[in-house]
């Protein structure tokens, strides 16, 4: 069968053989409209039950066996119909460390989002960047559960020859489905449909432990470019796009980690499936994007969808297909719509759909297990632990994370070559806000602390890394974490919001063992690409260690992550070159020896970090948990002035 893309335009040579033939058998070809739904869950991260295991209860926001329910209703609707997960599936809650970390997966064995999802008929899938996060051997025992093909066409096998010309994908790059759809007339057709995957390229900077030497990636448009074509060469009628990939219009350089936009110029793709930046397409967050049409869900003319995460919506693009007789396949028309499990207004959320029984029977014996394991304690806390003001104030629940990395580092550089040498920690607020909604915070109660607290104060699985570092280095890691705030007017009383919704909490470093303001009147000297804006641009200033100001011939050691310090967040001066400590422990179980070894922890704040005053501004707001009315950590300097329209509770930040 020959495509004609998108325009429905055929060469001259097909028009006259097909007049041709027209004329021979004395009518006229008649096309046939063709209706196809295209269904996508996405950033999933092992929210399988519609349970919140940090919070020990059920939740109506997450959750697969919700969406479970949208899909049969959704399939329901339409005659044909072809279904695709877009990873990062099994990390990302404690169900998936359970899995991996606590009850062990062995082969043969079907991890549990497969025992869930073979039972939903996925028909593809493709893989996110956190599916590396517990190594190629866990990943490939758990995907062998899979009943439908895995596809990701960067990803290649190191082979260290160095010859471009001979790179094997490590996996099969793309699958050509048969398929047999019915037109409105109810004719039965036969089509390829083309499903091919991207992961983002920098796994090889977040995973390096688990990837170095093993694979390596190539750039999402470049592959796009040289696959599509092979897919319809080889007969594919419709070609689906599934990047693990956001959307961005910054310009283009290569190698892309939201690379979808550039993807959606690829000719001879019909539709986009997208994910990991955990927003919703289409909607208003992208109506200001040149080429983007909102109402259609479209992007540059490509039909696109991402639906969310954690189960939070169904992804849906209905295409209109023309079928002629001749086997041509075009796309005529397009509408995506991401369907919710929820709703929320204000404080209120309110559930659209029941958890689906069977995926919950599917999954009880491991998902009654991760509570348990939860459940287990670890030692106890003085005081609450909160993240409800981790952007405005030094913070308890990043304190506790900063003093455990630096206990077990001393340990480790104790009669190294580097003991003697300054140890700084780095830390910040995984759960504060943002896109995770007014209930994503950690809020832990005075007491007894169990595992699921720990996994609530540290939420990935990162592996403690220790980077050597100069005083400037050290200054411009903070400069770059300061790009989590907006700039401040210092003359203005009118509103002005604090924090910059675009840039990631979990990229808002705080060192602890030096003190420094932070001059939020004083324009960001980078963006959240780690781009210098502002060259002459400072805002963190009183920079000290041990009561002196920090040079830049001091040298320190810096605790972090696996993440932070192999380049993650592009960070200056974390790229790799300056780990001195590769520790096989994750940040986390450092965390909870920490606790056990101390038994009974004050998780009190040290105050080394403040914001410069900000002159007359007088309504400077940040918005936060509802609940941090009654915390007990609560600023001297902030005042509640109401609640916005997506629940969460608005303050008034005063610094003079």
Known sequence: MTFIHKAGLRTAGASAIGLSLALLSGTALADSTVSLRILETTDIHTHLVNYDYYRDGESDTVGLAKVATLLKTARGEAENVVFVDNGDLIQGNPLGDYMAKERGLKKGETHPVYKAMNLLGYDAANLGNHEFNYGMEFLETAIAGANFPYVSANIFVDDGDGNAENDKPYFQPYVLLDREFVDDEGKNHKAKVGVIGFVPPQIMQWDKANLEGKVFTKDIVEMAEKYVPEMREKGADIVIAVPHSGLSTMER???????????????????????????????????????????????????????????????????????????????????SDARPIYQREGRTITPLVEADPEIIAAVKEEHEGTIAYMREGVGTTSAPINSFFALVADDPSIQIVTNAQKWYLEKILNGSEYDGIPILSAGAPFKAGGRGGPDYFTDIPEGKIALKNVADLYIYPNTVRAVLLNGDQVREWLEMSAGQFNQIDPNNSDEQPLINPDFPTYNYDVIDGVTYQIDVTKPARYNKAGEVVNADSHRIVNLSFDGKPVTADQQ?????????????GNFPGLDGSTIIVEAPDENRTVLANYILTEKEIDPKADGNWTFAPIGDASKVTFVTSPKASAAANAPDNISFIGEDQDGFAKYVLQTK
């Open 253 to 335: 350089h290569g190698m892309e980690e939201n690379a979808t936009y550039y993807l959606s110029k690829v000719d001879g793709i019909d539709a986009i499936l997208f994910g990991h930046a955990h927003t919703v397409f289409p909607s208003d967050a992208f109506s200001d994007l040149e080429g983007v049409d909102i109402a259609k869900g479209t992007i540059n003319g490509v039909a696109a969808v991402m639906p969310g995460f954690w189960g939070s919506h169904l992804g849906v693009i209905d295409l209109t297909l023309n079928v002629s007789d001749a086997g041509e396949w075009t796309v005529v028309d397009s509408l």
């Open 556 to 568: 320190f050691v810096v605790a972090t992550n696996n993440y932070r310090a192999g380049g993650g």
